[in-house]
């Protein structure tokens, strides 16, 4: 099985991907794969073979699509897990079980190969853990870097923003009070919190969620999968995709004036504090049974972080 698919199944590789030999040249164990939603593109974890649930409350999702990989380091079968994030999937599964989730910047790690494009290079590796240190140490290990002692950085400033950039959807009180308390944890730890938003432009939300169902829609074709042997909700998101494709309505230019408007917010900050989620993770339903008309409100109320 690849990416989550039954209809993607190939033979074993014969070598290791490169982050993964760098990983194992480290000294690494590698126990194995974890579970993770089709083709990578929902914020729960499950098929029809199984449901993966939360360590922590066994009636909520671990998140998605990382998380099988969340749920072994959240229940502490391993201290860390390699991942992979394009639009959530590490920082939504490290907020369902509270653990720390590092995706990189774009050309950090390095080859990435990561599906047919990359999710129009917006996916990267990166790694899920349970402290700081320890993700910083995969993190460097993927990046070809040697691991170093963490330091205490000079005094920071940082924007608190609860706006969400897709429009309508709100954190909760729970998700309200997290920020407030990481608030107040930074500044006893001597830096500057101010309260601070990106602009959201409402192309951006349009936007975002053409290149979520245009990422399926690449990953399918580049696969060869038969469409037919995939889940309902996922046909339809490629099918989705395929229309938004050709249509044009993904644009490198617009993934590039969206990162020029995040460089100048970045001027006047050195971090953006913001909730990862926006409401309590679902249950752990057997989602992949559900049509997608009822995946997706789910899906844009649970999380709140959308942006690449």
Known sequence: RRRGAAAARQPVAEADHEVV????G???????????????LWGTTDDATAVTRNPWR???????????AAAAVAAGLVPMAHCNDGLGSIRIPAACCGL?????GRGVVAPY??????WFGLAEHGVLATTVADAAAGFAVLAGQRPTALEEPARLRVAVSLRC???GVRADAANRSAVATAARLL?????????????YPTWLGLRGLATWFAAAYRDAEALGLDRAALQPRSRRHVALGESAWRRGLVREADRERW???GLAFFDAYHLLLTPALAAIPPPPHPWSARPWRAHLPATLRHDHDHTP
């Open 21 to 24: 030999r760098r990983l194992r």
């Open 187 to 199: 500044v006893a730890a001597g830096h500057d919190t101010l309260r601070g938003s990106p602009v």
């Open 113 to 118: 190969r990561l599906g047919g494009d990359d």
């Open 58 to 68: 066994l009636d909520r999702t671990p998140g998605g699509s990382s998380g099988g």
């Open 26 to 40: 480290a000294g690494a164990v590698v126990v194995g794969t974890t579970r993770m939603p089709e083709l990578g």
């Open 259 to 261: 990162r020029e408007r």
């Open 100 to 104: 720390v989730g590092l995706k990189p």
């Open 165 to 167: 950039p897709v429009l």
